[in-house]
T-cell receptor, first 114, second 112 residues
Framework: DAGVIQSPRHEVTEMGQEVTLRCKPI?????LFWYRQTMMRGLELLIY????????DSGMPEDRFSAKMPNASFSTLKIQPSEPRDSAVYFC???FGGGYVEAFFGQGTRLTVV | GESVGLHLPTLSVQEGDNSIINCAYS??????FIWYKQESGKGPQFIID?????DKRQGQRVTVLLNKTVKHLSLQIAATQPGDSAVYFC???????????FGKGTHLIIQP
């Protein structure tokens, strides 16, 4: 298995633009997580899906952020409109059995909003 | 909620020595803890986990110790190698429905 695949690896966009980050979890995993990593705040859980259903989105910072999981092999995290403070590395992770087991992380998407 | 922190942002050790990375947590109800390793430019990678019904768990060259009395856990790496250079994160349960709360990380530097 290729592991968790995220795209793009790097994204530079102008403030106000819409940004869509993509994730393909490991085949067979039923849980998917989106995390954001910054120097100031470390690694933060944004949203957690189980069997394609959002279970906990309490970490989503505001309404500008939305996430979807239309099927078991694909998820998106969208920011609209983007702001400079959204600049961070966004990680997608997947696991089998929820949050309290080993999760496998993707390589991340480094987002820069100018 | 859970607050997880690390005692030192940077730890420098000699190659071949043992490393100990410490972590404190605040939520006494936390019952699951996990250590991740993150190399530069990569996503976190699972090292070892432990549940609250255990005090110690060993893996290959790594040991995690959990002291529930003082809400402290540590990661011990035996015979540190250059490839162990990375940022190490501890994370604990209690951050919401199946949500893990991550600490800020300790940067482990291996001196030749």
């Amino acid at each position: 298995d290729a592991g968790v695949i995220q795209s793009p690896r790097h994204e530079v966009t102008e403030m106000g633009q819409e940004v869509t980050l993509r994730c393909k979890p490991i085949s067979g995993h039923n849980s998917l997580f989106w995390y954001r990593q910054t120097m100031m705040r470390g690694l933060e859980l944004l949203i957690y899906f189980n069997n394609n259903v959002p279970i906990d989105d309490s970490g989503m910072p505001e309404d500008r952020f939305s996430a979807k999981m239309p099927n078991a092999s694909f998820s998106t995290l969208k920011i609209q409109p983007s702001e400079p403070r959204d600049s961070a590395v966004y990680f997608c992770a997947s696991s089998f059995g929820g949050g309290y087991v080993e999760a496998f992380f993707g390589q991340g998407t480094r987002l820069t909003v100018v | 909620g859970e607050s997880v922190g690390l005692h030192l942002p940077t730890l420098s050790v000699q190659e071949g020595d043992n490393s100990i990375i410490n972590c404190a947590y605040s939520n006494s109800a936390s019952d699951y803890f996990i250590w991740y390793k993150q190399e530069s430019g990569k996503g976190p990678q699972f090292i070892i986990d432990i549940r609250s019904n255990m005090d110690k768990r060993q893996g290959q060259r790594v040991t995690v110790l959990l002291n529930k009395t003082v809400k402290h856990l540590s990661l011990q790496i035996a015979a540190t190698q250059p490839g162990d250079s990375a940022v190490y994160f501890c994370a604990g349960s209690g951050g919401g429905a199946d949500g893990l709360t991550f600490g800020k990380g300790t940067h482990l530097i291996i001196q030749p």
